[in-house]
Nanobody, 126 residues
Framework: VQLQASGGGLVQAGGSLRLSCAAS??????????MSWFRQAPGKVREFVGG????????YYADSVKGRFTISRENAKNTMYLQMNTLKPEDTAIYYC??????????????????WGQGTQVTVSS
């Protein structure tokens, strides 16, 4: 599946942004993929932000974003979202969406994901 992430930008600390990840080009339905967001800051490894199950009924977040970020999906629109509130300078990174269709549950390791979007830059100024 091809993934296109969008919605990044520059925001002040305490502000909000909403990222989108649009899927296309797969012979499988979007609802057959577990979807997740990862991020990578300069000089750091790519880290798990959060994920959502195929149906959208369950989500799982990294401790660093829990209570501030919310992941949702609209399977009819082949799109996943990341609502980011109360942003902090340490949230600055390139954000990637990822899809995997094999596992049940929400894997947190990048190696477990099959397809990746190109990334969208989020910069939070202090």
């Amino acid at each position: 599946v091809q993934l296109q992430a969008s919605g990044g930008g520059l925001v002040q600390a305490g502000g909000s942004l909403r990222l989108s990840c649009a899927a296309s080009g797969s012979g499988r339905t979007f609802s057959s993929y577990v979807m997740s967001w990862f991020r990578q800051a300069p000089g750091k490894v790519r880290e798990f932000v959060g994920g959502i199950t195929r149906s959208g009924n369950s989500t799982y977040y990294a401790d660093s974003v829990k209570g501030r970020f919310t992941i949702s999906r609209e399977n009819a629109k082949n799109t996943m979202y990341l609502q980011m509130n109360t942003l902090k300078p340490e949230d600055t990174a390139i954000y990637y969406c990822a899809a995997q269709g094999a596992f049940f549950g929400i894997p947190t390791e990048p190696r477990d994901y099959d397809d990746w979007g190109q990334g969208t830059q989020v910069t939070v100024s202090s």
